[in-house]
């Protein structure tokens, strides 16, 4: 569907010859809103003040750098040639939220270990905020014109314009050509995790299982949205996109490592700290 129509500034802020992308602005307000949400839900806990803050000092940086570098590997044959400084410009957008989840749950497990305080137990408290944060943060990609699906034909066209407000409809006419929102697609999935994470954790779970459905519903998602894009990182030497592939394998583990902890008394405890009854 061709289409012709003005586009967002990606620049928020020009400071002198310095640019403040709306991109870092829309990462960061996700990033901000969840650490909130996240410290008041483990003072509600009783926790050690400032447990989530420290987390995420060290977390946030180590997340984008994992996301980067994960993106970097499978896309290298667009930094090779170029200027090297462009391999560390992710405010062009190019982060892979595999890499970051990586790099976050890396980041607990050691600072889990360090403060002696259950990973499980962070890793639940810190899951509504992941999504929310992923939520918000699509919109980053809206900002830059990335991430979208293919184009879209005219009858779907027509539909998106009795219910989409025109700046994304205008945001997705790219070089005369109208594309599939996904990021859209995928920000509205995240935020019916994040709702379902909600509810879930009022039921008191046992403990691990919010992260764990988490990443479960999260990749249930991904793995269809991902199939309409069009910047899908692919598995070298195949078409089978990584994200894809790794969804499914993750959604596998999840479910396994579920099983396992409730067959071996793993999952011992509920979310709120209390020890599971044991049936007599």
């Not at 993106?71 to 982060?95: K, M, N, S």
């Amino acid at each position: 569907m061709s289409c012709s129509a003005p586009v967002l500034d990606r620049v928020f802020l020009q400071i002198g010859p310095l640019p403040i992308y709306w991109y870092g602005v829309i990462i960061a307000t996700g990033a901000f809103l969840g650490l909130y949400l996240a410290t008041r839900e483990s003072d509600r806990l009783g926790l050690k003040k400032d447990l989530m803050v420290d987390l995420v000092v060290f977390a946030i940086p180590i997340s984008i750098l994992f996301a980067r570098i994960y993106y970097v590997i499978f896309e290298w044959d667009r930094y090779v040639g170029g200027p090297w400084w462009d391999v560390f410009a992710v405010w062009e957008g190019g982060i892979a939220i595999h890499g970051a989840l990586i790099g976050a749950v890396l980041t607990a497990v050691i600072y889990a270990r360090v403060q002696k305080v259950s990973f499980w137990q962070l890793a639940d408290i810190a899951a509504p905020s992941l999504i929310l944060g992923q939520a918000i943060g699509r919109w980053g990609n809206f900002m830059n014109q990335e991430a979208h699906g293919g184009p879209i034909s005219e009858a779907t066209y027509n539909s998106f314009h009795t219910y989409l407000p025109d700046f994304i409809m205008n945001q997705m006419c790219i070089e005369g050509v109208m594309y599939h929102p996904t990021f859209l697609y995928e920000s509205f999935w995240n935020v019916l995790v994040f709702i379902f994470l909600l509810v879930l954790r009022r039921k008191n779970p046992l403990r691990g299982e919010v992260f764990l459905s988490y990443v479960i519903a999260y990749s249930i998602g991904r793995f269809f949205v991902e199939g309409m894009r069009t910047d899908s990182l692919y598995i070298p030497g195949t078409e089978i996109r990584m994200a894809q592939f790794i969804s499914v394998a993750l959604i596998l583990v999840m479910v396994a490592i579920i099983v396992y902890r409730r067959k071996k008394g793993l999952a011992n405890r509920h979310y709120d700290g209390k020890k599971v009854k044991k049936k007599k």
